[in-house]
Every structure is written in structure tokens, then in C-alpha cells.
């Protein structure tokens, strides 16, 4: 029997992804055996500053890619929506498996319009503060680091008076009792990749690249390959905010996306369906481009 080597991160949602991953590839073939490796990431270390200032969560991939370029491991898996749209080219990465909720979840109350003026709001992420305040600009956005846990914690400590996570995550960790209000997708767009799972290994190692594709669910696929190919040609990156959301049809596929300055002042929306997820992606970066995204992009 064959160990397959799978490096995360050390948190109790990255080992839950982790495990999930190596659940899937031992029922692609019985003869895998599959070992869950721990690693301590630059982003885990200094969770209490702003990933903007360290250079985005790439900081939290470079330690498990050093350990697929060592073949200390075999995998690594991630959160897509982690994942940089420009990878080294000595990696590959595929969406493993299906996709969960790609929503946004508020918890501690049941809905962003009936927060009251002036409400404490805790969210790490730049995409979903400017959308949340072009909703609702009398809330306070207060920027919150650490895992899920951390996180509902400092939310019970009264440090705020919602938070906005991952309806995903909460799912997967058996937390969805804790979601007051899972967000609309035409309210606040999703990132890209979000509920997906990704698994990265190195492009030289075919066998291992074979058992990555293996995983894979076609329409998934493409439909997280499309929503990174808009970050890609827009030039963003994880802290641009930037939603991007490509949703499979029967034919086809709907994406819509939107970009916006980090203070929600100035907003691009643009949504387009066809039968080529790529073709589709391509489409709807041009027109965002068209639009003025590149000017955009500068002032957030």
C-alpha cells in the first residue's frame, strides 16, 4: 500500500479539509493509504497583523510548498479562495471534490439591514467590508484575524457586535447553528474559489497529478477556474476587493463579478452567461477593464 502525504495547516478547519481530501482520495483507490501532516505557516505566527501589510495569505501557502518542493509530502490543501491565482509554475492546483455553501454568513444577528447605526462588525476580509458598507454605511467595520474559533469568541467577548465568515467553514466545523444570515449572492459576491478546496502538489510528479485530477468534478472545476482566470487578468490579488462568482448552468455557466474601492464608495458589476466557463471569465474581465477597473484597482 502507497502513503499519500498530505501537508495543512494546524487549525481545526484546515485539518477537517485535510482529512476530507485524504477521505476522497482513499475511496478514488483503496490501495492509498493517507497521512495528515502539520505545519505552522507565517500567517499563523503573526495573526495579529493585517495580512495586507505582510503581502496577502500567500503567507499562509509558502510553508506547505516548501514542503511539496522537499517531497516531504505528496499534497498540500488549502481553501481555493487562499490560493494565489499566480502560482509558481512548478505547481499545479485543482478544486477537489464538491463545492459547499460559497455564501457569506453573518452571525450574532439575523440580518445586515436591521443592524443598528453605528453596530461593531468584525471581518478580515476587504471584499466583504465594501460590499457590506455600499449596503449599510453607518456599520463599523472592525478588522479581526485568527481562526473560526478565535474568531466566535471574540464575537461572544462582545469585542463586536456581528461578524462576517465563511458559510463554508462554519458548515464543514458543524457551526451552521451559529449563521443568523447566510448572504445573498447578489448582495455580497463571493471570492473567488470560495467553498472550494484546493489541492496543490508539484507538476513533475505525474503520478501525483493524476491522483489530483482523479478528484476533480468537471463542472467545479471550471466554474473555480473561471473565477480565478477574472482575478488573474484583472491583476488583483486576495486583498483587492473583488467578488467573483461563476455559477454552472444546465448548459453553461453565469458569472458575475464585481469590483469595488475599499471603501464601497465607487462600485463595477458585471454578470455574463454562455456555454464557456473560460471564454466567459475572459469576457467579464474585459469588460470590468473597459469599465475602468485597472483606475479602481489603484485607489483600493
Known amino acids: 500500500m502507497k502513503t499519500i502525504r498530505i501537508a495543512t495547516r494546524k487549525s481545526e478547519l484546515a485539518l477537517w479539509q485535510a482529512k476530507h481530501v485524504g477521505s476522497l482520495i482513499s475511496q478514488s483507490d483503496s490501495e492509498l493509504d493517507v497521512e495528515i501532516v502539520g505545519y505552522t505557516t507565517e500567517g499563523d505566527i503573526r495573526r495579529h497583523e493585517r495580512l495586507q501589510d505582510l503581502g496577502g495569505k500567500g503567507l499562509f501557502t509558502q510553508e506547505l510548498e516548501r514542503g511539496l518542493l522537499e517531497q516531504q509530502v505528496d499534497f498540500a490543501v488549502h481553501s481555493m479562495k487562499d490560493v494565489p491565482v499566480n502560482l509558481d509554475e512548478l505547481f499545479g492546483v485543482v478544486a477537489a471534490g464538491e463545492r459547499a455553501d460559497v455564501r457569506d454568513a453573518l452571525v450574532g444577528a439575523d440580518s445586515i439591514l436591521a443592524l443598528p447605526k453605528g453596530s461593531r462588525v468584525g471581518s478580515s476580509s476587504g471584499r466583504r467590508s465594501a460590499q457590506l458598507v455600499r449596503q449599510n454605511r453607518d456599520l463599523d467595520i472592525v478588522p479581526v484575524r485568527g481562526n473560526v474559533g478565535t474568531r466566535l469568541e471574540k464575537l461572544r467577548r462582545g469585542e463586536f457586535d456581528a461578524l462576517l465568515l465563511a458559510c463554508a467553514g462554519l458548515d464543514r466545523l458543524g457551526l451552521s447553528s451559529e449563521v443568523g444570515q447566510r448572504l445573498d449572492i447578489d448582495f455580497c459576491v463571493p471570492a473567488a474559489g470560495q467553498g472550494a478546496l484546493a489541492v496543490e502538489f508539484l507538476r513533475e510528479r505525474k503520478d501525483i497529478a493524476a491522483i489530483a485530477a482523479s478528484l476533480c468534478i468537471d463542472s ?77 484597482i489603484g485607489v483600493g
Open 220 to 296: 467545479v472545476a471550471m466554474a473555480v477556474e473561471s473565477e480565478r482566470l477574472v482575478v488573474k487578468r484583472l491583476g488583483a490579488d486576495c486583498t483587492t476587493p473583488l467578488g467573483v462568482y461563476c455559477r454552472p448552468l444546465d448548459p453553461g455557466y453565469h458569472v458575475t463579478a464585481v469590483l469595488l474601492t475599499e471603501a464601497g464608495d465607487r462600485c463595477l458589476r458585471v454578470e455574463k452567461t454562455g456555454d464557456d466557463g473560460g471564454a466567459l471569465a475572459e469576457d467579464a474581465a474585459e469588460t470590468l477593464l473597459a469599465m475602468g477597473a485597472r483606475e479602481l
